[in-house]
């Protein structure tokens, strides 16, 4: 059974669509690249398969469970979702709110539940495994752009959660950056997490041989392939390489 399963799904904001009839299938342990021109709909379907909006028609399963309007009203169903799929925004600022990048990555595993020493460990873990250590003490928001990624990215992780969404992770990022970011992400694939992320840097992401699923400007999934058989396409390469 796919992890993720999104059937004939629409999403319609006040004056425009977003999405228009996906589905997909996402299985453990995919790594998944979103791609497309602006506007196709990448933030939208993270927002969505994270649930913090829900489908305007069409359905979207999580591990079997139909994630529904009445499913998210309910916060224990909420936090339920929330802990095995986390979202890493494409502008971190509105998900830093904490005092401390400590107190930031600890907030999430404190709201589980988790006892102080528990607490206390994913946070040193999760800011060791994203090179941001030194940043322990620092104000989340005083941090510049490519170090606000990472305590983003730590916070996620620090919930331990199945999924991993990243809008455009490697956005603003030196190309040392980038491929220190694109090193993590692999290791947490191999380390079992299903991954989902949405970027422009086709060349970058290549090396890495994700699953290209690309979007137009209708808002529709207009490929969904495999690293080779990407490889055999250099008319979708090329396309890709103007995204
Ligand atoms: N809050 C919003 N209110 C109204 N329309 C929106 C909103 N957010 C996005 N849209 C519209 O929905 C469509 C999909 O936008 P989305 O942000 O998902 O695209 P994207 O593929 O992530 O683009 P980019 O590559 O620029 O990040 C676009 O037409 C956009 O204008
Ligand atoms: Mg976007």
Same mark, same amino acid.
Do not use: W
């Given at each position: 059974?796919?992890?993720?399963?999104?059937?004939?799904?629409?999403?319609?904001?006040?004056?425009?669509?977003?999405?228009?009839?996906?589905?997909?299938?996402?299985?453990?342990?995919?790594?998944?690249?979103?791609?497309?021109?602006?506007?196709?709909?990448?933030?939208?379907?993270?927002?969505?398969?994270?649930?913090?909006?829900?489908?305007?028609?069409?359905?979207?399963?999580?591990?079997?469970?139909?994630?529904?309007?009445?499913?998210?009203?309910?916060?224990?169903?909420?936090?339920?979702?929330?802990?095995?799929?986390?979202?890493?925004?494409?502008?971190?600022?509105?998900?830093?709110?904490?005092?401390?990048?400590?107190?930031?990555?600890?907030?999430?595993?404190?709201? *589980?539940?988790?006892?102080?020493?528990?607490?206390?460990?994913?946070?040193?873990?999760? *800011?060791?495994?994203?090179?941001?250590?030194?940043?322990?003490?620092?104000?989340?928001?005083?941090?510049?752009?490519?170090?606000?990624?990472?305590?983003?990215?730590?916070?996620?992780?620090?919930?331990?959660?199945?999924?991993?969404?990243?809008?455009?992770?490697?956005?603003?990022?030196?190309?040392?950056?980038?491929?220190?970011?694109?090193?993590?992400?692999?290791?947490?694939?191999?380390?079992?997490?299903?991954?989902?992320?949405?970027?422009?840097?086709?060349?970058?992401?290549?090396?890495?041989?994700?699953?290209?699923?690309?979007?137009?400007?209708?808002?529709?999934?207009?490929?969904?392939?495999?690293?080779?058989?990407?490889?055999?396409?250099?008319?979708?390469?090329?396309?890709?390489?103007?995204?």
């Amino acid at each position: 059974m796919a992890l993720i399963k999104l059937t004939a799904l629409s999403y319609d904001y006040p004056n425009t669509r977003g999405l228009d009839q996906l589905n997909l299938e996402i299985n453990s342990g995919d790594f998944v690249c979103l791609m497309g021109p602006n506007g196709s709909g990448k933030s939208t379907l993270l927002r969505i398969l994270s649930g913090l909006e829900n489908a305007s028609q069409g359905d979207y399963h999580f591990d079997g469970q139909a994630i529904t309007a009445d499913y998210l009203a309910n916060p224990q169903d909420r936090q339920r979702l929330h802990q095995q799929i986390g979202l890493v925004f494409q502008n971190t600022d509105v998900q830093l709110f904490n005092t401390s990048v400590a107190e930031e990555v600890a907030f999430g595993p404190r709201q *589980l539940g988790l006892s102080d020493a528990e607490v206390a460990q994913r946070v040193t873990d999760c *800011l060791d495994l994203t090179h941001s250590s030194d940043l322990r003490e620092r104000v989340p928001y005083q941090l510049s752009g490519g170090e606000k990624k990472r305590v983003a990215l730590a916070s996620v992780l620090a919930l331990n959660p199945k999924v991993l969404l990243l809008d455009e992770p490697l956005n603003g990022l030196t190309i040392a950056a980038q491929q220190q970011m694109l090193t993590l992400l692999q290791a947490l694939r191999a380390a079992g997490k299903t991954i989902v992320m949405a970027s422009h840097n086709f060349k970058q992401v290549q090396a890495i041989e994700p699953r290209f699923v690309i979007f137009n400007v209708a808002h529709q999934i207009q490929a969904d392939l495999s690293a080779a058989e990407l490889a055999a396409q250099p008319e979708q390469q090329a396309e890709l390489l103007t995204l």
